[in-house]
């Protein structure tokens, strides 16, 4: 383990996991603790109280982290450092909805002496689905855990998961009821794309490498295509998918933060506030699509074949698990340049990327189409599988003739950059360590639910294409 790290919290924390023998504990929050704990990232002083309806006692909590979690995990570990990690967490067994769970909670933070009580640091982390949220926040209130002990004691935070809401007016309800219980600087809610090292690239990229900011702008730039591509179906998540569909999933959150990166303008500085602002603006000038007709026009639903049969998901269901949004961004610098925001489940592969075409090059040099396409540059940010970027550039083709071939210039993340930093390990020492520049606020929550809402109320008229699982989708243009 790696001792005295300048991000070291020294003040102890006490981290509450809502829904600790769930999906999202197996799949990535046990594996992210157990990493930040042997980099030295995790708190001097820390204990983990795993909440949920399972029956288990602490031991049988820690081994079920070790069997569905931590063995999992490609990571060399030794002993001590796992019995260190084990020995920092306990397990409370409980209904969301059973005050006398949040007692013991209280009572298990003030029987740890005077290190680890209620004037710890606290952190709320709700890995539940949404419905649960309001019950939670309710009792953590009702139960005096939403409250320091003194106003020089530490601090209580709180973690939620997106989706936040349904649409705008759930989202607001939330926000409000969210806002009566913490101020807005104590509410860290999870978009965890934002903390992925390729996405976070993006802005570092834009505005730290002066040849391709003037460039930027509707002027060079003719679109713009955003694109989660995923293989995997919905697996065991039916009850969970069929109830939000792709738009609410990835749409409103992932794919529109990662425009909101690529068409922001620069912040004053790096703080949260200006980088939060300047994503909140994006939001802010899209185009609406808000009538029938505008959704005919500019966005497709698809839904993969089999989907209805999948456990929890209704037979006749019209949820989308695929869609194609072309948006436009009301603003001098994006006038006219249309977004295309795809996503979809089930697909031949899984891709992540932002393509950004560049307008035709000069008719003097390259005075002939290029294989139906033009001679342009081409700057794509790659996100899943590659991680890096890929520029396309023409050059003289080597030889006697004047020929042009394109050569891609490539930054990869992937070769010889082993420092890797994964999405939950970002999220959780961010919000230890109080930066809220990788969460959604308040702000962006509104404009991107008064983006989408509208969407989810005029497409129910547009044809529910289906696709064939494994292939590239409906494949309906815009
Ligand atoms: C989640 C969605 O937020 O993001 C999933 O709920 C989706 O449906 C996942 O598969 C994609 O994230 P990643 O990091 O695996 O690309």
Redesign the pocket.
């Known amino acids: 383990m790696i001792k005295n790290n300048k991000y070291k919290i020294l003040t102890p924390t006490t981290l509450v996991i809502f829904g600790a023998t769930g999906d999202l504990v197996r799949r990535k929050l046990a594996a992210a603790l157990f990493n930040l704990y042997c980099k030295g990232f995790m708190p001097d002083v820390f204990q983990i109280i795993g909440f949920s309806r399972r029956d288990y006692t602490d031991k049988q909590f820690r081994n079920f982290l070790i069997k569905e979690a931590i063995n999992n995990m490609d990571l060399k570990y030794s002993e001590e450092d796992l019995t260190g990690f084990l020995n920092k967490i306990i397990y409370q067994k409980g209904f969301f909805g059973d005050i006398n769970a949040y007692k013991n909670i209280r009572h298990k933070l003030n029987e740890n002496g005077n290190v680890l009580n209620m004037c710890a640091n606290k952190l709320y982390y709700l890995a539940v689905p949404p419905n649960f949220y309001m019950e939670i926040l309710n009792n953590l209130s009702v139960s005096g855990l939403t409250m320091s002990c003194s106003d020089e004691s530490g601090w209580t935070r709180i973690l939620i998961e997106?989706p936040f809401g349904r649409d705008i007016d759930t989202a607001i309800n939330l926000d409000d009821i969210l806002a009566k219980l913490f101020k807005e600087e104590q509410i860290y809610r999870i978009d965890?794309?934002l903390a992925?090292d390729t996405i976070r690239n993006i802005i570092f990229f834009r505005f730290s490498n002066v040849i391709f900011e003037p460039l930027w702008n509707s002027r060079f730039i003719e679109k713009v295509e955003i694109k989660?591509l995923?293989k995997?179906d919905?697996e065991n998540?039916g009850s969970y998918?069929d109830s939000v569909g792709a738009l609410r999933?990835?749409g409103q959150?992932?794919v529109l933060q990662m425009l909101a990166l690529v068409a922001m303008e620069c912040p004053e500085n790096l703080s949260a506030g200006s980088i939060r602002k300047k994503r909140a603006e994006v939001f802010n000038s899209i185009v609406p699509i808000n009538t029938k007709n505008s959704a005919k026009q500019f966005a497709v639903r698809g839904q993969y074949e089999g989907y209805r049969d999948i456990k929890g998901v209704g037979k006749d269901s019209n949820t989308e698990t695929y869609f194609k949004i072309k948006s436009f961004l009301k603003n001098s610098r994006w006038k006219n340049v249309p977004f295309y925001m795809e996503s979809g489940?089930a697909l031949k592969e899984?891709r992540?990327e932002i393509v950004i075409y560049f307008r035709e090059a000069s008719k003097l040099i390259c005075p002939d189409s290029y294989k139906n396409n033009y001679y342009r540059n081409i700057f794509t940010i790659k996100?899943?599988p590659e991680e890096g970027i890929f520029i396309r550039f023409w050059i003289k083709k080597q030889g006697l003739l004047q020929e042009l071939e394109y050569r891609d210039f490539i930054f990869s993340y992937n070769k010889g950059m082993e420092i890797k930093a994964g999405?939950y390990e970002k999220v959780l020492l961010d919000c230890f360590s109080g930066d809220q520049t990788l969460f959604t606020s308040t702000e962006e929550i509104k404009h991107t639910w008064r983006f989408i809402t509208p969407v989810l109320n005029n497409w129910n008229g547009n044809e529910l294409y289906t696709y064939k699982k494994g292939s590239a989708g409906p494949g309906v243009s815009i």
């Open positions: 997106k965890h794309y992925k989660l995923e995997e919905v998540r998918y999933d990835v959150n992932h489940k899984k992540i996100i899943y999405e």
